[in-house]
């Protein structure tokens, strides 16, 4: 009996996550249309009870390795699973009054699945379970990108994800293979040592390659550049809910599995140079093509590409400090990214418009939904006292003690530029006017419970910084003790 507590424990969010998506099933065929709109309800509660019973299954503090090995039960998944439990919960609220999204219950139980292999992906610790675990993540996503079927941008929103999602899977999965070639085995912690142990010359050039070909498919999945150019069309053509989870816990999936594999498998002599490159172009290119833009979940997507950039800085820092500051900075931008989206959808359910004109004397027509978007717009800025600005300090902290100055300086750079098109959206708010902005803007309760649970958390970890980081240091041993 105890084996078997053992065994389950460390995937009871999964677990807990099937029976909510069995549950959502059950309560669509069971419940008439209009009550439909209450599985959003359903949907979020539930998160918030898989979160509560998980927490007393948390890990030890040495990691252990489960289910022949696949799976890697340590702080570092565990927090993972929790953020992306949070960021579905918080999306299924966003998600409820938007027409033909709220009331179909096919879509909180894609949501669902996807969320499972998220935590699978935080988690696995073998080649072959991160393969499958990344599927399961894309594709459940592939179909919410274009949900909306009578909607060209979001049929073409979804089409482009599926065709450039699968090529970098594929290119991904060559590397994979090639590493299992070389060292014979698919389990991640003992790659390396296969590898130290049979390295001759000719390997390395194999080596390299795969490293190459697997930064493809997760560079794809954290949107960095170059492989960063499908995210703007995607996160304007899929419904603005999807738009928010793909840009937050899709993203931080991405970061999960990123940091395990390259400090399991690759030297950091070998991927810390490429990736700083990398995170130089992401910043850089993400803040300068989002000054020009109009559409403000464009403008978003491309603010989402750099702060992939800014996050990539604290994996390249190969330090303790540096991945606590990966952690911290991905909780802060994910309730942050959450509610500015949240608030871009609350905006254009009303307004049927994503442009920036739309915002205009928003800060009139609802004053505290203005105040919410200046809060987490600010956050996103990195302005202190809100979470975007400590995550941002604990990064270019991390760079400094690596040596990475110019590195640092690059990203303090970059921020300068990002306030300046986080504060034109706010000019369209306060400052603009047009005949309609005494019209008020209704907010429906689950929005208004979404995104006040988002703000309050934007100023917790932005002033009561000492639990979160004690969370991300506890997280960031796993794989630096």
């Known amino acids: 009996m105890l084996l078997?507590?053992?065994?389950?424990?460390?995937?009871?969010?999964?677990?807990?996550?099937?029976?909510?998506?069995?549950?959502?099933?059950?309560?669509?065929?069971?419940l008439p249309k209009p009550q439909h709109r209450n599985l959003g309800w359903v949907t979020a509660v539930?998160?918030?009870?898989?979160?509560?019973?998980?927490?007393?299954?948390?890990?030890?503090?040495?990691?252990?390795?489960?289910?022949?090995?696949?799976?890697?039960?340590?702080?570092?998944?565990?927090?993972?699973?929790?953020?992306?439990?949070?960021?579905?919960g918080i999306t299924a609220l966003l998600a409820m009054d938007i027409e033909g999204l709220g009331t179909r219950g096919?879509?909180?139980?894609?949501?669902?699945?996807?969320?499972?292999?998220?935590?699978?992906?935080?988690?696995?610790?073998?080649?072959?379970?991160?393969y499958l675990s990344i599927e399961t993540v894309s594709i459940p996503l592939y179909i919410?990108?274009?949900?909306?079927?009578?909607?060209?941008?979001?049929?073409?929103?979804?089409?482009?994800?599926?065709?450039?999602?699968?090529?970098?899977?594929?290119?991904m999965l060559f590397g994979f293979t090639l590493l299992y070639g070389m060292a014979g085995t698919t389990r991640l912690p003992?790659?390396?040592?296969?590898?130290?142990?049979?390295?001759?010359?000719?390997?390395?050039?194999?080596?390299?390659?795969?490293?190459?070909?697997?930064?493809?498919?997760?560079?794809?999945?954290?949107?960095?550049?170059?492989?960063?150019?499908?995210?703007?069309?995607?996160?304007?053509?899929?419904?603005?809910?999807?738009?928010?989870?793909?840009?937050?816990?899709?993203?931080?999936?991405?970061?999960?599995?990123l940091v395990r594999v390259l400090l399991w498998v690759f030297p950091a002599e070998i991927w810390a140079p490429l990736l700083a490159a990398i995170s130089v172009a992401t910043m850089t290119l993400g803040n300068l093509v989002a000054l020009t833009q109009h559409n403000i979940k464009r403008m978003l997507a491309y603010s989402s590409i750099a702060h992939a950039g800014y996050a990539l800085i604290g994996v390249v820092s190969f330090s303790a400090l540096g991945l606590i500051s990966v952690v911290y900075y991905l909780l802060a931008y994910l309730i942050t990214n959450l509610a500015a989206f949240g608030i871009v959808s609350a905006v254009g359910r009303v307004t049927r418009s994503?442009?920036?004109?739309?915002?205009?004397?928003?800060?009139?027509?609802?004053?505290?939904?203005?105040?919410?978007?200046?809060?987490?717009?600010?956050s996103l800025a990195g302005m202190p006292p809100l979470a975007g600005f400590v995550a941002k300090v604990f990064i270019f902290m991390a760079a400094i003690e690596a040596g990475l100055i110019w590195l640092a300086v690059m990203g303090v750079l970059n921020s300068i530029v990002g306030l300046y098109y986080y504060l034109t959206v706010l000019k369209y708010v306060y400052l603009y006017r047009s005949d309609g902005d005494t019209e008020p803007l209704p907010v429906s309760r689950s929005f208004t419970?979404?995104?006040?649970?988002?703000?309050?958390?934007?100023?917790?970890?932005?002033?009561?910084?000492?639990?979160?980081?004690?969370?991300?240091?506890?997280?960031?041993?796993a794989l630096f003790n």
């Open 4 to 30: 078997n507590i053992e065994q389950f424990l460390p995937i009871l969010p999964e677990v807990l996550l099937l029976i909510l998506g069995l549950l959502i099933l059950a309560l669509q065929m069971s």
């Open 46 to 88: 539930g998160m918030g009870l898989v979160i509560l019973f998980s927490l007393p299954a948390r890990p030890g503090t040495e990691p252990m390795y489960v289910w022949g090995g696949m799976i890697s039960y340590d702080w570092l998944s565990f927090t993972f699973k929790m953020l992306f439990i949070f960021a579905a």
């Open 106 to 130: 096919e879509f909180y139980v894609l949501m669902i699945a996807s969320t499972i292999g998220m935590c699978f992906m935080a988690s696995a610790a073998d080649l072959v379970m991160l």
């Open 144 to 171: 919410l990108a274009g949900f909306f079927i009578f909607d060209n941008k979001s049929t073409e929103a979804g089409f482009k994800y599926l065709l450039f999602g699968a090529l970098s899977s594929a290119i």
């Open 190 to 257: 003992h790659i390396v040592i296969s590898l130290l142990q049979n390295a001759t010359s000719g390997l390395i050039p194999a080596y390299i390659g795969s490293l190459t070909l697997i930064l493809v498919g997760f560079g794809f999945k954290i949107s960095a550049v170059p492989f960063h150019f499908w995210a703007p069309d995607v996160y304007e053509g899929a419904p603005t809910p999807v738009a928010g989870f793909l840009s937050t816990a899709s993203k931080a999936a991405g970061f999960a599995v």
């Open 354 to 378: 994503d442009d920036l004109t739309a915002y205009y004397g928003l800060s009139r027509r609802s004053p505290y939904l203005a105040l919410a978007l200046l809060v987490a717009l600010l």
């Open 449 to 477: 419970v979404a995104i006040a649970v988002l703000i309050a958390g934007i100023l917790l970890v932005g002033t009561l910084f000492s639990p979160w980081f004690n969370w991300a240091s506890t997280a960031a041993a």
